[in-house]
């Protein structure tokens, strides 16, 4: 076994360099002065290009997202008070890979955060994505009045108090969002390296790391038949995650909040949650990077049983433990009201595909498995923070359509409200389920992240 490496540090956004890009290829960094950056093929905005110089003075941020990514659109509402109160020092302009406005207007009629979508945005142009390229999104350029850029970051922060910082001027201190382009995730994450000494042989080996900066999370199984080997590779995955490989020797994939008890330690460092804090700083600080090389010949279940032994002694010597127990825990019991109202059964066959609409100011369901109320798998309601029982009378797989204000999911208060209106309610009980169990004492042996 290699020793564990704790490496990794959080930079500050601060000025690096004070070239001047002179190809159309330059990729531009924190420091850079930047030429005068054209922005063509623009929609929502008073003509189809402007530029850079044209804001001279303002914060400008340059915010590249995606159809499909919620961290990104779910920032647009707020996004688009900022700018209008701030619109005579600001100009926030988002980039797409969406080729033209008919593929962007299909998406505003899905996603409620582009219901009201009125931000300049330019449609694909390789020119921006040459300029400052990048693995994941959100991916957001921030530049002064002076056309220096000052920050690279994440969606997380788009916030009034950063806005308001970032034109006093100065030093950004926020981590800069430098992705690793073309990442090679079969290489091995440590290697000997000494002038005139060549590398030993790698046969076998595991290693656990601290988060690795600029890339995503990576979850790969390389089998090598030159070479006879085989190679577990999980990536930037979170503690809590790594805690779920221990048990199995392969994970799940996932760990539901709801059925997760932390004894010992903070239940923040294995499960992140909104409000507190950045995303990528919580993911620099609870995220690891584990990989284990093993013979070919081992069986699927030799090699998941030495895994888990594996991660389950570098965990201890992390000092966390982790183990699966039933457990009596909290939860809501989905009922129906003595009220006499309808059940809301879906007028459509189970044929049809469920449907989920999110306009702006409300939530649209229709012909969706009564199990998606409660069924992690489903994802339409994830966010509400306890397990639901199905305690109705009717099967998980009956299909029902349900119309909730935007605000459904923001209280369990306001959730049993919404439910009220179709006869059925939230009630207060326990129920025993097997649940991830995780102890965290502490590093151990005076290691470091």
């Keep these: 076994m290699l020793l564990p490496a704790f490496t990794g540090t959080v930079l500050a956004q601060t000025a690096v360099s004070a070239r001047i890009g002179t190809g159309n290829d330059q990729v531009y960094r924190i420091g850079d002065k930047l030429p005068d950056l054209q922005f063509k093929n623009l929609i929502n905005y008073s003509a189809s290009q402007t530029s850079l110089n044209a804001h001279k003075g303002k914060l400008v941020i340059i915010d590249f997202w995606e159809q499909g990514c919620s961290l990104c659109m779910e920032i647009f509402p707020k996004v688009q008070k900022l700018q209008e109160k701030y619109k005579d020092k600001m100009q926030f302009i988002t980039v797409t ?27 694909l142009d390789d020119q921006l994505f040459k300029n400052f390229p990048f693995e994941s999104i959100s991916h957001l350029v921030w530049i002064n009045g002076n056309g220096v850029v000052k920050a690279i970051t994440s969606s997380d922060y788009v916030t009034e108090e950063n806005i308001q910082l970032a034109l006093k001027g100065g030093d950004l201190p926020w981590p800069v969002k430098n992705d690793v382009l073309n990442f090679e995730a079969g290489r091995p994450l440590l290697h000997f390296e000494a002038d005139r000494v060549k590398p030993p042989s790698e046969l076998f080996y595991s290693a656990l790391t601290a988060h690795i900066d600029g890339i995503d999370p990576i979850d790969q199984n390389l089998e090598d038949t030159i070479n ?23 994970g799940s ?5 709801k059925l997760l008890v932390v004894e010992e330690g903070d239940k923040n460092r294995f499960i992140f949650t909104k409000g507190k804090g950045y995303r990528n700083v919580w993911q620099m600080k609870n ?37 699966m127990e039933e457990r009596e825990i909290p939860c809501y019991d989905l009922v129906r009201t003595a009220d006499g109202k309808p059940f809301p059964l879906s007028k459509k066959g189970k044929e049809e595909k469920a449907k989920a609409v999110y306009p702006f100011d409300s939530s649209h369901f229709t012909n969706i498995p009564l199990a998606s109320l409660f ?38 208060e306001q959730f049993k409200k919404e439910l009220q209106q179709y006869g059925l309610d939230l009630v207060p009980a326990t129920t025993r389920m097997k649940v991830h169990v995780i102890s965290d004492k502490g590093y151990s042996r005076n290691l470091k992240p």
């Excluded at 009201?116 to 330019?122: D, E, G, N, R």
């Excluded at 994939?253 to 909040?257: H, K, S």
């Excluded at 990989?291 to 000092?319: A, H």
């Design 97 to 123: 890979k969406l080729t033209d406005k008919k593929q962007f207007a299909r998406g505003m009629e899905i996603f409620p955060a582009l219901k009201h979508f009125k931000l300049p945005t330019v449609l």
């Design 287 to 323: 995220s690891y990077c584990y990989t284990i090389r093993l013979p070919l010949s081992m069986t699927q279940e030799e090699r998941g049983e030495f895994i888990k032994n594996d991660l389950t002694r570098w965990l201890g010597v992390i000092g966390i433990t982790a183990k």
């Design 228 to 250: 006879n080997t085989y190679t577990y590779i999980r990536y930037n995955h979170p503690v809590g995650l790594i805690c779920d490989v221990s048990l199995t020797g392969f």
């Design 375 to 412: 069924n992690v798998d489903y994802g339409y309601f994830n966010e509400f923070p306890h397990l639901i029982m199905n305690k109705t009378g009717y099967s998980d797989s009956t299909r029902v359509d349900l119309n909730f204000s935007a605000d459904y999911l923001s209280s369990p």
């Design 253 to 257: 994939g996932r760990i539901d909040p």
